[in-house]
């Protein structure tokens, strides 16, 4: 692998055979914490061998298929490390995902999941601006039921007083949302804190 370009990767490795495709990469930070947790930092096997080759990673952990190039066959990663440490942002974004996540996906009026849309708890008809602490994540029948009227006259009551979180708090809060898919290799990475068995 050593010496080979970028062409040559491009042209042995990212082919993409239908059986290799769903072998995704958990991704960690150089700390070994993964760069995001909601959605998880995930990497398309094509990308982790990428970096592997152009030596920006570490194998951590490897599924039992491999991949093949004229010369040269490989393990595919299923949990790499980042050589060099990556900055998160200390800034969270004010994004319909971000509030969603702040508000874990359920209605901050009666605590619905699903159908979710957001609404202005001082409305824009009263002044009300769009901001981390006026807007909240509204069922559909919550947000109809409200429409532009105060909390006191439409006798609604918010779960939680809105603000902006942090972006460790943010950063946490995806934790307890797993994808559907979790390889088993994934799961030391994802919830250092949890207990361990004896």
């Given at each position: 692998?050593?010496?080979?370009?970028?062409?040559?990767?491009?042209?042995?490795?990212?082919?993409?055979?239908?059986?290799?495709?769903?072998?995704?990469?958990?991704?960690?930070?150089?700390?070994?914490?993964?760069?995001?947790?909601?959605?998880?930092?995930?990497?398309?096997?094509?990308?982790?061998?990428?970096?592997?080759?152009?030596?920006?990673?570490?194998?951590?952990?490897?599924?039992?298929?491999?991949?093949?190039?004229?010369?040269?066959?490989?393990?595919?990663?299923?949990?790499?490390?980042?050589?060099?440490?990556?900055?998160?942002?200390?800034?969270?974004?004010?994004?319909?995902?971000?509030?969603?996540?702040?508000?874990?996906?359920?209605?901050?009026?009666?605590?619905?999941?699903?159908?979710?849309?957001?609404?202005?708890?001082?409305?824009?008809?009263?002044?009300?601006?769009?901001?981390?602490?006026?807007?909240?994540?509204?069922?559909?029948?919550c947000n109809l039921k409200?429409?532009?009227?105060?909390?006191?006259q439409s006798g609604m009551?918010?779960?939680?007083?809105?603000?902006?979180?942090?972006?460790?708090?943010?950063?946490?809060?995806?934790?307890?949302?797993?994808?559907?898919?979790?390889?088993?290799?994934?799961?030391?990475?994802?919830?250092?804190?949890?207990?361990?068995?004896?």
């Amino acid at each position: 692998m050593q010496g080979a370009t970028e062409a040559e990767f491009r042209t042995h490795f990212v082919r993409e055979p239908g059986a290799l495709k769903d072998h995704p990469a958990l991704v960690l930070n150089a700390d070994y914490r993964p760069l995001s947790y909601y959605p998880l930092s995930l990497w398309p096997w094509q990308e982790a061998v990428k970096a592997v080759w152009l030596d920006r990673v570490q194998i951590v952990a490897e599924y039992d298929a491999f991949v093949h190039s004229p010369s040269t066959q490989i393990r595919i990663p299923s949990v790499v490390v980042l050589k060099d440490y990556v900055k998160p942002q200390k800034r969270v974004a004010f994004t319909r995902f971000n509030l969603f996540l702040r508000d874990e996906f359920s209605c901050q009026y009666c605590g619905a999941r699903g159908d979710l849309t957001f609404d202005h708890v001082v409305p824009r008809a009263s002044g009300g601006i769009t901001s981390w602490e006026n807007v909240v994540a509204a069922c559909s029948r919550c947000n109809l039921k409200k429409g532009s009227k105060s909390l006191r006259q439409s006798g609604m009551a918010l779960r939680k007083t809105p603000r902006q979180p942090g972006a460790e708090e943010l950063r946490n809060m995806g934790r307890k949302f797993p994808p559907n898919h979790l390889h088993e290799s994934w799961l030391d990475f994802l919830y250092w804190d949890a207990e361990l068995e004896a």
